[in-house]
């Protein structure tokens, strides 16, 4: 068990920066890591990425796995305008997936790794037990932020804009897809959204340096569930637009009935776009595309609780956290 | 699942110390925590504590996996003199360990938590996996230590005196206990250094400020196998006296042939004491006793590699890394 540690610690190394220097005062190979901030606020999250809870091993390409694991933890950050710097990895591996599956997994996240500017800093591996044989991946990455620009979601007030970046829905369209047994071939392009979200970094420190948002998140478990939760911390209510929400473009094979787009917009998760709001004397200011981020205003914050949706037919209706479950009770 | 999972996050959170203020600027409740450091640099450590690797269920009391998964983490940054300051925790759940054994598990980790200054600062929860349906604990643990004091692995030279603290093979000989079905009732007290081992913090704390090591790390794998880790990293080697290596002492129904309290203690892990190196005259000025914590000079280290045992008898045989394995291979 030893070596194998031994082995596979430096087949990541090899793979992943992890080069001492900087604010990366010690990095591996001792108790512990050491990290010398510059005074700076120092912006930490924690996601774990399981076997069968967030990913599904015959579905899964290995190298989505680790871009993903190390993307969606990262997204944590980019929600609060923080530029990452330094990540750990905990990892349990059944025996079966310490060869090319490894290998693979590692080439995913070293992708991400440089995509976000992020060094390996340390962590953990273990053998899985037994009874189990699946794997886990537990990442806790750090980023930085000037002092005392700290973004949260509780601060939202009714006036504001509301906004989201990307596409929604993409991510969801995808899972759909890889869950019915679709022939793949034809639809690969469709499932990149799912495999390899892009996470809209540059935007998000450009956005936190020049128009700090009252409140902001990620969407990783869909629009109608975030947005909820948004309001919810910031003690207010919400209205959105259903025709200005930017949903995803679906094949002709997949047009409704079999597939609503606007559906999939408003409950589908793990897009990892920001949504945030913004006082509107502000909001004209955000472009609608900033580099490859489109940036889209879907509506506003209103005093009281709630987010109502107003159909293209200016129907008003709740609009109740769907997220994943949604999806799943159909 | 998102009901059970605010539940269980409110659970932790009513047990274990997480309110925000002094580094702890922004805690649980958004996307990520941030961490206000204050011209020090900063010690991060990530520790898994797994269901049939780490821990039995049926041979752990809940409290010791929730108190033991938190102490082990810390002790990595006890080992580098650090102060612990806050931590993150991650964990999969089953169903059936969200009611009571949870509440036991974090009542053990309160506890450790208090013990040790620690604040909780985020982390993620999941359902298990169907399949598995084991308990997985990730632990990242956050200390400081003043600008510029970092104690690593690899500083131990010629001529330095070796330490260890408190007594070596306590936790092992209680595994030992577990295993063998032992009638636990008359052995409880046996099983406390296996179940809830103590950090020497003070003493660490205290020898990092007045006379920092040369090398020091944790002894958490066995002595024969840490020490071997020690003169790797700093490219030198080590001779120690079997009669001055503080062992546990054994009741008489344990005694040789039965258990030998020497084995135990070269090879046994999960001890979590210290074992560290500083130069022969600073030596003389650790004293024998700190507050709770027993220090024992052990031996010197000296050029060339590998570590070898001097017997009691005076006779000399290499020492080669035991460690767990070596208990499971008898």
Redesign the interface.
Known sequence: ??ILEDEIIERIRRRIPSSEGGLL??GI?????????Q?R????????F?????FLMEKSPPESVGYKALARAT???V??A?QPRVF???I?LPEERTGKWLSRMISGMARASKLYGLRL????T?????????V?L?L?V??E?P?GR?I???GAKPGNSIFVTGVLGGAQLGLELLMAHKALTRNRKLLTAQYYPVLPLDFALWLGRNHPPTAM??VSDGLS?DLTRLCR?SGVGAVVYADKIPTVALPKSLKPPRMDALTLALHGGEDYGLLFTIPPKIAARIPAVFGRTRVTRIGEIVSGSGVKLVSSEGQIAKLRPG?W?HFRKQ
Do not use: Y
């Open positions: 068990v030893r005062h010690t190979g001792h108790d512990a890591a050491v990290i010398r901030p005074r606020d120092w912006v930490i999250t924690c996601d774990q399981l076997e069968g809870v967030h997204s944590d950050l929600a609060m923080a750990f990895m905990s349990v800093a340390g962590g953990d273990a053998r899985a037990p037994e009874k189990t044989g699946s886990a537990n806790t750090l980023g932020i002092r700290t949260g979601r509780a998140m990620d569930t911390a997220g479950d």
